[in-house]
């Protein structure tokens, strides 16, 4: 193993990115290291993460960000080679977005979250790492979502922000192409959330595809990746003014 990983046991983390089926270069692994070390760095002095410990990092950020594998194991072609472009809305300290950039150089990365020093973390990250077609920006998704802006031009939005399906849908959908992905990072099985949720997705122009729930690698962390396809165009009033998805969700 490569001596620049340094007194970091590394064992358990290449056990699960194998169970993934991510193979990882010597370097992609240093970008890792390093992105730890800046995470715990820059925690010191801001809120980031309230999980510190070095092997918490790497499964409960790492290994969940890079989990969505089990998602595009579904899909009918391997898009992780493909030049795929992607928006992580609220993306925080970078998750998953900068994982998925690591593991997969060819995807074109847009980091969308509304806190400015989350952004001059995630520029440092990306400069450090030596990243290339990443861009953090600084913004809330009901004002980037505009036509003019950065409306409908994904192939695949995540998010792995704390809301409920309803105001996720509203923040994420309108930012991907016809034929597109939104991909929503939940911990638990969501029968009642998705039952509210469904008017919703298909105002906005979705279709609920898949529900996948399984287990992180080696724990009893559960993950449920929810799959929807965007069918047809967002209509132009959604996503309405700032608060408003959260604060009044679309109901059934």
């Known amino acids: ?66 989990s969505i594998v089990k998602a595009f194991d579904e899909m009918k072609e391997d898009i992780r080679s493909k030049k795929v472009r992607l928006i992580d809305v609220g993306t925080g300290a970078g998750f998953p977005g900068i994982p998925l950039k690591i593991a997969f150089p060819n995807f074109d990365i847009t980091l969308l979250d509304s806190l400015h020093k989350r952004i001059k973390f995630l520029d440092e990250v990306v400069n450090q790492l030596s990243l290339v077609r ?64 469904e008017k919703a997705v298909s105002i906005l122009g979705g279709k609920i595809e898949n529900q996948i729930y399984f287990p992180l690698p080696s724990s009893d962390i559960n993950r449920n990746l929810l799959i929807i396809k965007k069918i047809k165009n967002t209509p132009s009033k959604f996503p309405r003014k700032a608060g408003l998805p959260a604060k009044e969700p679309i109901r059934v």
Request: hydrophobic share 40%.
């Open 1 to 66: 193993m490569d001596k620049n990983f340094g007194h970091y046991d590394l064992k358990q983390f290449m056990e699960d990115l194998e169970e993934l089926n991510i193979p990882l270069s010597d370097q992609q692994i240093s970008q890792f290291i390093k992105y730890y070390e800046l995470l715990i760095e820059w925690n010191s002095f801001m809120n980031l993460t309230a999980i510190t410990d070095f092997d918490e990092i790497l499964k409960k950020h790492f290994i969940d960000s890079l």
């Open 134 to 197: 990443i861009s953090p920006i600084h913004g809330r998704a009901e004002d980037y979502a505009k036509p003019d802006k950065l409306r409908e031009k994904y192939d695949l939005c995540v998010s792995r922000a704390v809301a409920n399906l309803s105001t996720l849908s509203e923040y994420c959908l309108p930012f991907v192409k016809k034929e597109g992905l939104f991909i929503s990072y939940k911990s638990e099985k969501l029968i009642e959330e998705l039952r509210e949720a």
